[in-house]
C-alpha cells in the first residue's frame, strides 16, 4: 500500500473515531451521577447524618471527587464488602454500587466532572431526619417502646471501657417484638460508642416457647436481642417471626466505649422496639446466635503473617437463615459461611472478601433467597486475618495477635438470625421455593 494510501486509510480511521466519541452523550453530575447519590449514598453522606462529609451538591462531590474514585474502585463505599461472584445474590438491604455506577462515576471523574444542565438535576430524595429513629420511616410510626441505658462518663484518656448495666423494660404482659433498632442516644456518643450487644433476660418454664420443638434443647434462653455497630442501623423481622418478651424481662446492656482525647460525660445508648399488634402471635421465633470462628484462645497470629480459622456447626432443627453479619477487628480481611448438607452436597452462601472493621454491614436475605437448612445441615465458618504491612488497617504488623476484647485484639464470629421451623413447614416451604423457580411453561 502506497504512503498516500496509508494517510487516506489513518486520516479516516481518526475521522471515524471521533464520530463515535461525539455520538456518545456526556456524562454530567445532573444528569448521570446525582442520581446514583442520591440513590446509594446521601442518606449517610448528609448534613448531620454519620457520614464525614455531605455529597449533596455539585460542590460537595467535586471537592471530594479523588477519595470518591479510589472508595468505590476498592470497593470500600457504599459499605457492601460481600463477594459478589459467589453465594446469594438477592438481599433486602444492598446498597452496593454495581459495576456499570462505579464505571460511570469514574468516567465522570476522569472526564472533567462536568455539571450539566440545571434542568437534568433529579429532585432532591426526602432523607430520613438523622436525629430520629430510622426504622420509624420505613414503618410509618414511632416506637412502641424505648429502653435508654444509665450513663457513663468516658474519661479523656484511658483504656477501652465495656459498661454492662441492666434495665427493667417495665413490661406487665407478653408482647411479641416486630423490629428493633439501637443507636447512641447523641450524634457525639457515636464518637465513642464501637458497638452494643443488648441481652434479654427473662425467666421461660420449661424452655423457650414458640421454637422448634427439635431445637428446644439447644437454646435455653432469650439469648442476645440486638446488636449494634457502624453500619448497622436495626432489623425488621419477617412477617412471620419475631421476638418474645415477657412481663419482667430486663435488657442487659454490653457498650464497648474507647477514648478520643475528650472527656465525653454522661453516654448513653438507647434501644427502640415496634410491637406486633395486641393478640397478634408470629408463627416463628427468631433466634440471633454468635457463630464463634476463631475458636477463642485459639486464634494465634504471629508477627507479619497471615491465619484462617475455622469452625463447624450442624443445625439441631430445620431452619431459615435471616441474615449473615461478619465480626472482627482491625487485622480482620475476609469471612464465609458455607452448608453442607446431609447429603453431601456443599454450597457456599455468603463470602466477605474485604472486610473493613469500621463497618460491620448486616447482610440480610431476600425473603425468597433466605436458606432453608435442614435438620443436620452443617454450617462452616471461616475467618481470615493479615497481620502484614499489606493490611492499611493494620496498626502494627511487628505485635503478635491473639483473641481480646480490645479493638487492638483480635477475633472472628458472626452474628446470624436463626428462624427454627418444625418439619412440615420446613418442607412446604421448600416446595413452594422449587415451584417458584421453575421455568414458565410455552
Known amino acids: 500500500m502506497k504512503f498516500s494510501q496509508l494517510s487516506s486509510v489513518a486520516f479516516l480511521t481518526c475521522v471515524a473515531a471521533s464520530l463515535a466519541t461525539a455520538q456518545q452523550p456526556t456524562i454530567t453530575f445532573t444528569k448521570n451521577i446525582a442520581p446514583i447519590l442520591q440513590q446509594k449514598c446521601q442518606a ?17 462531590v467535586k471537592e471530594y471527587a479523588d477519595e470518591i474514585k479510589s472508595h468505590i474502585t476498592d470497593r470500600v463505599m457504599p459499605p457492601w464488602h460481600l463477594d459478589k461472584t459467589v453465594g446469594i445474590h438477592d438481599f433486602k438491604n444492598d446498597r452496593s454500587l454495581s459495576d456499570e455506577q462505579i464505571a460511570t462515576i469514574v468516567k465522570w471523574i476522569d472526564g472533567g466532572m462536568p455539571q450539566g444542565k440545571p434542568e437534568d438535576m433529579p429532585p432532591a430524595p426526602k432523607l430520613a431526619d438523622p436525629t430520629k429513629w430510622q426504622l420509624a420511616t420505613q414503618l410509618d410510626q414511632d416506637p412502641d417502646l424505648v429502653l435508654k441505658s444509665p450513663p457513663y462518663t468516658m474519661p479523656e484518656h484511658t483504656q477501652d471501657k465495656w459498661f454492662r448495666p441492666t434495665t427493667e423494660t417495665g413490661l406487665t404482659e407478653a408482647r411479641w417484638v416486630r423490629a428493633i433498632e439501637i443507636r447512641p442516644a447523641t450524634p457525639e456518643g457515636r464518637r465513642v460508642v464501637h458497638h452494643v450487644l443488648t441481652l434479654l433476660e427473662q425467666r421461660e418454664e420449661g ?4 421454637l422448634a420443638s427439635t431445637a428446644h434443647d439447644h437454646q435455653t434462653s432469650a439469648g442476645l436481642f440486638m446488636e449494634w455497630s457502624i453500619g ?12 418474645l418478651m415477657l412481663p419482667g424481662s430486663r435488657i442487659r446492656w454490653e457498650v464497648h466505649m474507647f477514648a478520643i482525647g475528650k472527656e465525653m460525660k454522661d453516654q448513653q445508648v438507647e434501644l427502640a422496639i415496634w410491637f406486633y399488634p395486641k393478640g397478634v402471635v408470629p408463627q416463628h421465633r427468631t433466634v440471633l446466635r454468635m457463630f464463634d470462628v476463631s475458636r477463642g484462645s485459639e486464634l494465634d497470629i504471629p508477627p507479619n503473617s497471615t491465619a484462617m480459622t475455622q469452625n463447624f456447626y450442624v443445625m439441631p432443627a430445620p431452619a431459615r437463615i435471616e441474615n449473615f453479619q461478619p465480626h472482627m477487628h482491625m487485622r480482620g480481611k475476609a469471612m464465609s459461611m458455607e452448608a453442607v448438607y446431609p447429603d453431601g452436597k ?19 436475605y431476600a425473603d425468597d ?6 435438620k443436620g445441615t452443617m454450617l462452616v465458618f471461616t475467618a481470615w486475618h493479615d497481620n502484614t504491612a499489606a493490611n492499611p488497617n493494620n496498626p502494627d504488623p511487628k505485635q503478635w495477635v491473639g483473641w481480646g476484647d480490645r479493638t487492638v485484639d483480635e477475633m472472628a464470629h458472626a452474628w446470624v438470625d436463626v428462624t427454627y421451623l418444625e418439619q412440615a413447614e420446613f418442607d412446604k416451604l421448600v ?9 414458565p411453561v410455552p
Open 44 to 60: 449517610c453522606h448528609s448534613p448531620g447524618s454519620i457520614a464525614p462529609m455531605s455529597l449533596i451538591t455539585y460542590k460537595d
Open 207 to 210: 424452655g423457650l416457647t414458640n
Open 232 to 243: 448497622k442501623t436495626g432489623e425488621i423481622f419477617p412477617a412471620d417471626a419475631g421476638k
Open 346 to 364: 456443599r454450597e457456599m452462601l455468603s463470602s466477605v472478601n474485604n472486610f473493613q472493621w469500621k463497618w460491620h454491614v448486616n447482610y440480610v
Open 369 to 374: 433467597a433466605a436458606p432453608l437448612l435442614p
Open 431 to 439: 416446595a413452594d421455593r422449587k415451584a417458584k423457580q421453575k421455568p
